[in-house]
C-alpha cells in the first residue's frame, strides 16, 4: 500500500484532502470578500468589485464627503525622526558658537544663564532645531524670537543645535534620594498622563522631547499653562496640549519644582 | 562519552533551568504590578523582565523541550541510535549560544522590546541574531527527525512508521514551516534597522510576518503534549490507544490547519483586509477538528484502560483509573485546563468577541492557562516519565510529584482566572504600572491580588518539581525496562502511503500558506510609503 502515488486523482486521500480543504477555502472566501462587505450597513461600493478590493484590503480613496479639515492654526512642519541630527562636525560646532553670539543676552555665555530663559547646554540637537524651525515659521509664538530667527537658515539653526549639543550640561548635584513628584513618576493613567519621565529624560527619550533638569521653574510653569490654554501648540501630535490640560495646577507647580531644584 | 542519553538530558536540563528562572521573573512581575507591591517607579525594568520572561519561555524553553523529546522518540520508537548525534549537539550549542546573546542585552536594557518585537521597537541587534540563533539550532533538529524518518523508511519499506516518530516528525515540520514567518520578519525587517543599516520599518507587514509565526507556535509548543497524550498515557496506564490511524489524520490536521490562520492575532490592525481576516477566522475555527478527534481519542483510550482494571457502568469506570499515577493525574488536569483555555480561544478567534477583549489582560490570562497550564503540566509528566530512562536513576518520589502536580494546576487556576476577569473589566496589557487608588479600577486591585497568590503557589510547584528531579539525579543506579510508547488496539500492518508520508500534506500546508497568507504580503510590500522610522529602546541620555 505504502507504494501509492500521493498525487494522483486515482488516489482518494489526495482528492479528498484537496477538494475538502479548497472546498473550505473557496466558500470562506467567496463569504468574507463578497457576501459579508455587501452584507455592511453604511458601506458604499461601487459593485462587487470594489468590495472584493476593500476586504482584500486595497486602498482605497476616503469617500469624497468626508474632507480632512486642517487646522485652523500654523502647526509645524518639522518631521521628527530619531536618526536626525547625529553625528554634528566640529565645523558645524564651530558656526553654531558664533551664531549663538545672539544668544548669550538671555542664554548666557555657555548656554546656561540665571534670565529664566531655558538653559540650552547640553539639550538635545532635535529639540533645539525644532524650537527655531517653529519660532521662524511662526508654530510658536514668542516676541523676543520671532526677530532673532527671522534671518536664521535651515543650516544656521542645524548649526546651533549642532553648537548647544556639544556644550557641556551642568553637572547633577542632587542626591538621588530625591524622590520625584508622583506625576513625574507615575504620571496619572486614569486620566492619560504619562509621566514627564517617560519622554523628558529620567526614563526615557523621544525625540523631539526636552531635557528639563535645571530648567527655570517659571519658564515650566509658564509652558505647561500655555500648552493647557491653547496658546503654545508646535507639539506634534498635541501631547504636551493633552497632558497639561489634564494636569491639577498642584501637579504643574510639584513637575517645574522638581525640574527646578535638579541643577 | 557524548550518548544520546546526555544529549537529550542536556537539552531538558537547559529547557527547565531556563524556565525556573523564567517563572521567578514572570512572578515577579505579576507582584510589582499587583497593589501589594508600592510602584518600582522605573516600566523599563518590568519590560526588561517581560522581554526576558517572554523570550524564555516562549523561544528557548518549549524548542529545547520538543528537541530533546523529538531525539528520545527517535531511539526508542525506531529501535535504533539517532542518526546525525553530533549535529543534534551542534543543533543544542547554537540554541545555547543564542540564549545567552539574545538574554544579554536584555539584561543590560538594551532590548526590552517585549518577545513579539513590536516594531517599529528596535533593541540592540545582539538580542534579535540570538533569537535567530536559536531558531537555526531548532532547524538542525527538524532536518534530523526528517532524515531518521526517512533513512527508517528506507530501511523498512512498506512498514508504517511508529506512531510516535510520525507524530514528532509532524511537530518539526509545523515548526520548520512556521518559524519562516518571524525568520523574514526579523532578517528582512528588523535586524538591518537594528545593525544602522536601514532607518525606517514597515511595521506592517512586520506584523503580518509574525502573526504567521505567532499562532502556529502555540501549536508547536503543544506537540510534545499531545504526543504523551497519544503515546505515553495509555501505556502509563495499562491501557491501549484508540485508534493509530486517528491519532495520524489529528497530527495531520495540525500541520494543514494550525499553520495559516494568524492573522486572527491581527483582528485590530489596519493593513489587513477584513476578508483575509475571515478566512483566517474559518481556518481557525476547523483547529477545533485535531482536537476534538484527541479528546475522543484519549478518552476512549483512557476509557479501555479502566474497563480492562474492571471499571463498570456509563461513567463509573473513572474511579478505576490509577488516580495516584503522575501520569493519569497531569494528563486528566492538564485536559481540565486545555477545556477551559480553548473555550476562551473561541472567543479570541471570533472577529467580534474578539474587539471585547483585544489587548486586555484576558490575552495574558489566555495564553498562561493553555501554554502554561495545559501544555507545560505534560512537559512535566514526560519529564517524570523518561527521566529514569535518560538517568538509569529510578524516580521514586510519587507522593511528591502529585503535590507538584496539583499545585500547578491549583496555582495555574488561581493565576488565571482572575487575569481573565479582569480583563473583561477593560483592564490593559502590557502596562507596567496600575494606579489601583483611582475609584475606576479599584475594584480590580482583589483579582490582581488573587493572581498574585496563583504566581506565588506555582513557584512552589516548581520548587518541588526541582526536588523530584534532582533526587532522580541523585538515586542508586536502578536500570529500569525497555522504553515502551503505547500499544494501538490495532496496531497497524499497513498503511495507506498518505498515512506513512508527509509529501501530500506538507503540499496542502504550504499551498494553504500561499492562499492565505500571499495576497496581504505581497500587497504591503508593493504599497508604498508603508515605511515608519524606528524608535530605538535603551538608549537613555
Not at chain 2, 543543533?91 to 518585537?117: D, H, K, M, N
Not at chain 2, 483586509?273 to 475555527?285: E, I, P, Q
Request: charged share 10%.
Amino acid at each position: 500500500m505504502s507504494g501509492d502515488r500521493i498525487v494522483s486523482l486515482h488516489n482518494p486521500w489526495f482528492t479528498a484532502s484537496v477538494g475538502i480543504t479548497a472546498a473550505i477555502a473557496i466558500i470562506a472566501a467567496v463569504a468574507g470578500f463578497a457576501w459579508l462587505p455587501l452584507q455592511q450597513q453604511g458601506e458604499r461600493f461601487d459593485g462587487i468589485w470594489d468590495a472584493i478590493c476593500s476586504a482584500a484590503g486595497l486602498v482605497r480613496n476616503a469617500p469624497s464627503a468626508s474632507q480632512i479639515v486642517g487646522a485652523n492654526y500654523l502647526t509645524t512642519n518639522v518631521e521628527v525622526v530619531p536618526q536626525m541630527l547625529q553625528g554634528a562636525s566640529a565645523e558645524s560646532i564651530g558656526r553654531g558658537a558664533t551664531l549663538a553670539l545672539r544668544c548669550t543676552m538671555c542664554h548666557g555665555a555657555r548656554g546656561l544663564s540665571q534670565a529664566d530663559t531655558p538653559n540650552l547646554a547640553g539639550e538635545y540637537p532635535i529639540t533645539i532645531y525644532k524650537e527655531l524651525v517653529d519660532f521662524k515659521t511662526s508654530a510658536r509664538a514668542s516676541a523676543v524670537m520671532a526677530p532673532l530667527v527671522a534671518d536664521l537658515r535651515d543650516a544656521d539653526m542645524r548649526d546651533l543645535a549642532a553648537y548647544y549639543a556639544y556644550l557641556p550640561r551642568p553637572p547633577d548635584l542632587r542626591a538621588t534620594s530625591d524622590v520625584p513628584p508622583r506625576i513625574v513618576a507615575n504620571g496619572a493613567p486614569m486620566r492619560g498622563i504619562a509621566p514627564c519621565g517617560a519622554c523628558h529624560g529620567e526614563l526615557d527619550s523621544k525625540p523631539g522631547a526636552a531635557w528639563l533638569e535645571g530648567q527655570p521653574a517659571i519658564y515650566l510653569r509658564t509652558q505647561l499653562a500655555a500648552f493647557a490654554s491653547g496658546a503654545r501648540r508646535n507639539d506634534i501630535g498635541e501631547q504636551m496640549r493633552n497632558i497639561a490640560r489634564r494636569m491639577t495646577p498642584d501637579e504643574i507647580a510639584a513637575a517645574s519644582r522638581f525640574y527646578a531644584d535638579r541643577p | 562519552m557524548w550518548n544520546s542519553r546526555r544529549m537529550v538530558l542536556a537539552h531538558l536540563w537547559f529547557a527547565f533551568a531556563g524556565f525556573g528562572l523564567a517563572l521567578s521573573l514572570g512572578a515577579w512581575q505579576m507582584f510589582v504590578r499587583s497593589p501589594l507591591s508600592a510602584w518600582i517607579s522605573d516600566p523599563e525594568l518590568y519590560y526588561r523582565s517581560v522581554t526576558a520572561h517572554g523570550t524564555t519561555m516562549a523561544y528557548v524553553f518549549p524548542t529545547l523541550v520538543a528537541m530533546g523529546f523529538g531525539y528520545f522518540v527517535t531511539e526508542k520508537s525506531l529501535s535504533r541510535p539517532l542518526i546525525g548525534l553530533s549535529w543534534a549537539w551542534i543543533g543544542f550549542a547554537l540554541v545555547v549560544l543564542g540564549t545567552i546573546a539574545a538574554i544579554v542585552p536584555v539584561a543590560l536594557g538594551r532590548a526590552s522590546v517585549l518577545y513579539t518585537f513590536y516594531p517599529p521597537l528596535v533593541g540592540d541587534p545582539l538580542y534579535y541574531i540570538g533569537v535567530v540563533l536559536v531558531v537555526v539550532g531548532s532547524w538542525v533538529w527538524v532536518a534530523l527527525m526528517s532524515i531518521n524518518m526517512y533513512r527508517w523508511k528506507r530501511d523498512n519499506p512498506g512498514a508504517p512508521v511508529p506512531f510516535p516518530m510520525f507524530a514528532t516528525v509532524a511537530g518539526s515540520y509545523l515548526w520548520g514551516w512556521t518559524a519562516v514567518g518571524a525568520a523574514l520578519e526579523l532578517l528582512f525587517q528588523i535586524i538591518p534597522v537594528a545593525l544602522g543599516l536601514r532607518d525606517t520599518i514597515d511595521a506592517g507587514l512586520a506584523r503580518v510576518f509574525f502573526s504567521w509565526t505567532l499562532h502556529a507556535i502555540v501549536y508547536f509548543w503543544l506537540m510534545p503534549t499531545y504526543i504523551a497524550y497519544y503515546t505515553i498515557l495509555p501505556r502509563a496506564i495499562g491501557g491501549r490507544l484508540f485508534s493509530d490511524s486517528m491519532g495520524r489524520i489529528a497530527f495531520i490536521l495540525f500541520l494543514i490547519v494550525a499553520m495559516p490562520i494568524g492573522i486572527h492575532h491581527a483582528f485590530e490592525d489596519p493593513q489587513v483586509g477584513a476578508g483575509f481576516k475571515y478566512l483566517h477566522s474559518v481556518f481557525t475555527a476547523l483547529v477545533a477538528l485535531p482536537t476534538l478527534l484527541t479528546v475522543f481519542t484519549i478518552c476512549a483510550s483512557v476509557e479501555i484502560a479502566a474497563r480492562l482494571r474492571g471499571g463498570k457502568g456509563l461513567l463509573g469506570w473513572l474511579s478505576a483509573l490509577p488516580w495516584d499515577n503522575p501520569v493519569m493525574l497531569g494528563a486528566a488536569l492538564s485536559f481540565v485546563m486545555l477545556g477551559f483555555g480553548g473555550a476562551g480561544g473561541l472567543i479570541n478567534m471570533s472577529y467580534q468577541l474578539n474587539a471585547t477583549v483585544h489587548n486586555t489582560q484576558w490575552v495574558t490570562g489566555h495564553f498562561h492557562l493553555i501554554f502554561g497550564g495545559a501544555i507545560v503540566i505534560m512537559y512535566f509528566v514526560i519529564a517524570y516519565d523518561i527521566w529514569p530512562h535518560l538517568t538509569g536513576r529510578a524516580l521514586d518520589r510519587l507522593g511528591l510529584m502529585r503535590a507538584q502536580l496539583w499545585t500547578w494546576f491549583v496555582g495555574m487556576i488561581v493565576l488565571t482566572f482572575p487575569w481573565h476577569w479582569v480583563g473583561i473589566l477593560g483592564m490593559p496589557r502590557r502596562m507596567a504600572f496600575y494606579d489601583y487608588s483611582d475609584p475606576t479600577i479599584a475594584a480590580q486591585a482583589a483579582s490582581v491580588t488573587m493572581s498574585v497568590v496563583g504566581a506565588a503557589i506555582l513557584v512552589v510547584s516548581a520548587v518541588l518539581f526541582f526536588v523530584v528531579l534532582v533526587r532522580g539525579q541523585t538515586a542508586p543506579r536502578a536500570e529500569p525496562p525497555a522504553y515502551r510508547f503505547s500499544v494501538a488496539v490495532h496496531p497497524p500492518r499497513s498503511l495507506p502511503a498518505a498515512l506513512n508520508g508527509f509529501g501530500l500534506w506538507l503540499g496542502l500546508m504550504v499551498g494553504l500558506t500561499i492562499v492565505n497568507y500571499g495576497f496581504p504580503i505581497a500587497h504591503l510590500l508593493a504599497t508604498p510609503g508603508t515605511a515608519v522610522p524606528a524608535v530605538n529602546v535603551g538608549q537613555r541620555q
